[in-house]
Structures are given as C-alpha cells and as structure tokens.
C-alpha cells in the first residue's frame, strides 16, 4: 500500500461500521492515481478479471472526464491511513433518452465485508439522486453498474440493493496456434495503412456504426480526445477497410505491453470491430477479423482476445466463435429504475 498523506478532505459517510481507523476522504488528483490501480488490480485479480489498470491508463482516462465532479463524485476508504477501497459515480444521457446515473467500487479484497462496499454505495445513490433531481423530470431514469459474473458479495449487495441483470458482456479467446482461413474482402473495398489525417474518419465511421446500439450515448470532443490519447493507441496495427475515400468497417487493434509484462503473455486485442450500415453482411467483418490474427500471428503473438455482448441482435457472437473465438468469463450489466 501507499504512504499515508496527512490532509483535512474528509468525508461523512452514513451507515458506516464502527471499525477504529477507518476514514472516508476526497479524491486527491494524480498522488491517487497509483493508489487507484494498485486497489483495481488488486481486486480484479481476486474477482477474476485480467484487465490490469496502469498509471497511464488511469491518467488518460481522468484527463477527459466529463459529468464527473472528482471533488464530490470520488469517495476514498482507508484504514489507518491506508487506502483500502475508492469509487467514482457518473451519468450519461443514453442516444433514446434515458438516463444513466452510474458508478462502481473498487474494494481491496480484505475490506468486502462489514458493509463498507455497501455505505460506498449508498454514498453514491444518494450523490446520484441530487444530481438526477436537476434533469428533465419526464425523462426515464437507471442506475447503471457492472460487476463480474459469480464475484458472490458483489452479485448479493446488487440483489439487496434492488439492482437487476440487464445484460451480459463476454470476453472471448483465441489461441494463436490455431490456423485461420483467408476470407477475402469483397471487389473494390481494400484495407491500406490509416495516416494521421484519417484518425477523424476512422472515429466518426465507429460511431455512426453503433448509433442503433443499446446503451450507446453520442460521443463528445473529449471523448475523442480520450481516444486518441489512450497509451494502447498504435494505429499500425489497425485494419481499416475503405472504398476510394470511405471508411467501409474496421478492426482496431491493439497490444498492452504493460498487461503482457505483468501476466507474462503475449496477447494482442482484436477490438473496436465495426462495419457501417450500407457494407454489412458482406463478409467484411470476418475478412478484418482474420486478417488481425494473421498479423498477431505474424508478429508472435500467442493469444487474441475481444469482447462482446451476448445478446447482440447483429449476431457478432457467432461471427468469433466460427472463426475459433471461445468465451472465458462474464461480465453483468445491472440496472435499476431511479422512481
């Protein structure tokens, strides 16, 4: 764990255990940002979730937060000093209308019980609620969490809390050693290196291709400032398909060398796979998909992974699993009605 810093940013947390030393605080800018990974990480390892979050990471993505206040929407638990859980809430207008007041907690694994997880997230509840009171009151309202499938305290805090499954996200593997078929591109699209200009393109076309996608909210200029700033953007590893000047679907691929160091792999993510409207049903996707393992193949990659949503009616979940793509874990979408 991190030194302890002496400073007056408490917190008053109601319904919390009587435990001698344990404190609630603010967020404290960049001198947390350590502290942030090393409690996701520390939690994701117990829960069986093999992202590994970085500094970089962690800078990046609180470089363009937005609908975010960090001085009242971040909640920090320690025990004598020592940061032993933090927690951020959010909200967003989803492209139908609702509205999703959101949050989560990373808890160190030795600090789930006694209802502190719990007093965390009524702490946000309640911050969510004043920040709900100030929307169109007309306008349907959720509180929107996530959590991995059979983490066991997690799932019972969501049931009594009266939060449902929505949705179920899964993360897909594949092994490199497997052969892959070549699935050529259809007459006149082509793929050919992304140069810095076409960054703009390549973005918009991802988010026109998910505009009809459930829970999908339309993206601000930070948003893609986010994205271009992400310490996993290397756009040489993209396959971007195009016909004369339009982007016509992609697959943006990446590696995060700092994962791979720390689990002692060689994995390479095929993310960000899209096509646009006019193109689909084609064999377009699965030709970008197969040209991505070729290349991680190519350059020594021994795994690829992606995820998806289970029930997504474009049917993506078959699409990986025919091309040799097998589901290793489940992550829950919950959601609840804010009356």
């Given amino acids: 764990?991190?030194?302890p810093i002496k400073t007056n940013d408490s917190v008053i947390v109601k319904n919390t255990p009587s435990i001698p030393g344990l404190t609630f605080r603010k967020f404290r800018g960049e001198a947390d940002y350590p502290v942030m990974a090393e409690l996701t990480n520390a939690a994701n390892q117990v829960d069986g979730d093999d992202y590994l979050a970085s500094v970089e990471d962690i800078r990046s993505n609180y470089a363009h937060l937005e609908r975010s206040d960090t001085d009242k929407d971040m909640l920090f638990v320690e025990f004598e000093g020592q940061a032993v859980g933090y927690g951020r809430c959010t909200w967003d207008v989803e492209r139908n209308g609702d509205y999703l007041y959101k949050f989560f907690i990373?808890?160190?694994p030795d600090w789930r019980a006694d209802g502190i997880p719990l007093a965390m997230i009524e702490f946000f509840q309640k911050r969510l609620i004043e920040i709900s009171a100030k929307h169109p009151p007309e306008a349907p309202k959720y509180f929107h969490t996530w959590g991995q499938k059979g983490v066991k305290w997690h799932e019972e805090m969501m049931e009594r809390l009266g939060i449902n499954p929505v949705r179920h996200t899964i993360s897909m593997l594949r092994p490199c050693s497997q052969p892959v078929?070549?699935?050529?591109?259809p007459e006149g699209i082509e793929v050919r290196p992304v140069a810095s200009n076409d960054y703009r393109k390549v973005y918009d076309a991802d988010v026109e291709s998910f505009r009809d996608y459930w829970g999908k909210i339309t993206p601000t200029e930070k948003e893609y400032q986010r994205f271009l700033n992400q310490p996993t953007f290397d756009?040489?590893?993209?396959k971007v398909a195009w016909e004369g000047d339009q982007v016509v679907g992609m697959v943006l691929n990446y590696i995060d060398h700092s994962e791979n160091k720390k689990f002692n792999r060689r994995r390479g993510y095929t993310?960000?796979?899209s096509v646009r409207h006019?193109?689909?049903?084609q064999g377009i996707a699965r030709s970008l998909l197969t040209q991505s393992i070729r290349m991680f193949q190519?350059?020594?990659?021994?795994?690829?992974?992606?995820?998806v949503y289970d029930d997504n009616h474009n049917g993506p979940k078959e699409l990986y699993q025919?091309?040799?793509?097998?589901e290793t874990r489940r992550c829950v979408i919950y959601r609840a009605q804010i009356i």
């Avoid at 006019?278 to 049903?281: A, E, I, S």
């Avoid at 025919?322 to 097998?326: D, K, P, R, W």
């Fill in 322 to 326: 025919s091309v040799g793509y097998q």
């Fill in 106 to 108: 990373k808890q160190h």
């Fill in 181 to 185: 078929e070549d699935h050529p591109l």
């Fill in 298 to 307: 190519e350059i020594g990659m021994d795994e690829t992974s992606l995820g």
């Fill in 278 to 281: 006019p193109w689909r049903r």
């Fill in 271 to 273: 993310e960000g796979i």
């Fill in 235 to 238: 756009p040489s590893l993209w």
């Fill in 1 to 3: 764990m991190s030194t």
